[in-house]
Nanobody
Framework: QVQLVESGGGLVQPGGSLRLSCTASTTAFRFYDMGWYRQAPGKERELVAAITSGYGTNYADSVKGRFTISRDNAKKTIYLQMNSLKPEDTAVYYC??????????WGQGTQVTVSS
């Protein structure tokens, strides 16, 4: 099981920015596909952005043009740069790791609150 530790959440005003980080424990990090998910109160967990081991990316329609996912294999870390934040982006954000033949791992989550 991969240990994932998220950081960078907090309270920000609408229109502001935050950068989330997720650091993995595995030395095989470069082989993993990684993703950011979020879950708002009373809603299901949803994919926000994902990045493959080959650096391919995809985004939820609601965040395209505002959020950017990236990875640094040397630091075993992925990032989510979130710009132009909206109140509807408020949620707990989770990091997930995926690789063939292994159950996915999840981080503990980090709270993002967008409010004036």
């Amino acid at each position: 099981q991969v240990q994932l530790v998220e950081s960078g959440g907090g309270l920000v005003q609408p229109g502001g920015s935050l950068r989330l980080s997720c650091t993995a424990s595995t030395t095989a990090f470069r082989f993993y596909d990684m993703g950011w998910y979020r879950q708002a109160p009373g809603k299901e967990r949803e994919l926000v952005a994902a990045i493959t081991s080959g650096y391919g990316t995809n985004y939820a329609d609601s965040v395209k043009g505002r959020f950017t996912i990236s990875r640094d294999n040397a630091k075993k870390t992925i990032y989510l740069q979130m710009n132009s934040l909206k109140p509807e982006d408020t949620a707990v954000y989770y990091c997930r790791s995926d690789i063939v033949g292994v159950n996915p791992s999840w981080g503990q989550g980090t709270q993002v609150t967008v409010s004036s």
